[in-house]
């Protein structure tokens, strides 16, 4: 079974820019949230998504955006990028909603300058 | 919400033990998570705890009260490759989300 994919794995933005990133779950799972981690506050819960809809959301401005497909991929967007968006972005699935199990992808690397 | 701490770092010689000490404040539990993260990978599932008491695997094991709001993740036989940064998270039983505590680097040494 292929494990969470995400894309890009590393990327360089400058201020002001908009990205995306992408994230395959597990083939099956339904659920996938998004994390944010950095040094500084470690592992920072953005949002869920559970078939199609956001269940949801942490405390982060509304640059930061989400959705997921029918397929179950999810895509995230921060728009407007700031110095401090630099993170990792971290994507985890699960079968279902409070499964005993998360797993995450090797995340996004973003770098703002 | 949940409060998490846990030690920012800790060291210890190959083949020892170490216990990585969580505590938390939640307003509804719905499970504790350990995580394991290599520097520049994924985070990867150590254990689950829903009830209290000890559960045991293999070389690692993770121990629940939930009348205290406290967790430790124990790592007997200490390996270098254990060096790693461990996390600590809870559940919601309002709306299962994880909270993530800012994790533990344990550094082994030979």
């Known amino acids: 079974k292929a494990g969470v994919t995400q894309t890009p794995r590393y990327l360089i933005k400058t201020r002001g820019q908009q990205v995306t990133l992408s994230c395959s779950p597990i083939s099956g799972h339904r659920s996938v949230s998004w994390y944010q981690q950095t040094p500084g506050q470690g592992l920072q819960f953005l949002f869920e998504y559970f078939s199609e809809t956001q269940r949801n959301k942490g405390n982060f401005p509304g640059r930061f955006s989400g959705r997921q497909f029918s397929n179950s991929r999810s895509e995230m967007n921060v728009s407007t990028l700031e110095l401090g968006d630099s993170a990792l972005y971290l994507c985890?699935?699960?079968?279902?909603?409070?499964?005993?199990?998360?797993?995450f992808g090797a995340g996004s690397r973003l770098t703002v300058l | 919400g949940q409060n998490i701490d846990q030690p920012t770092e800790m060291t210890a010689t190959e083949g020892a033990i170490v216990q990585i000490n969580c505590t938390y404040q939640?307003?509804?539990?719905?499970?504790l998570f350990w995580y394991q993260q290599h520097a520049g990978e994924a985070p990867t599932f150590l254990s689950y705890n829903v009830l209290d008491g000890l559960e045991e695997k293999g070389r690692f094991s993770s121990f629940l009260s939930r009348s205290k709001g406290y967790s430790y993740l124990l790592l007997k036989e200490l390996q270098m490759k254990d060096s790693a940064s461990y996390l600590c998270a809870v559940r919601s039983s309002n709306d299962y989300k994880l909270s993530f505590g800012a994790g533990t680097t344990v550094t082994v040494r030979a």
């Open positions: 985890a699935s699960q079968d279902r909603v409070g499964a005993n199990v998360l797993t």
């Open positions: 939640t307003s509804g539990f719905n499970g």
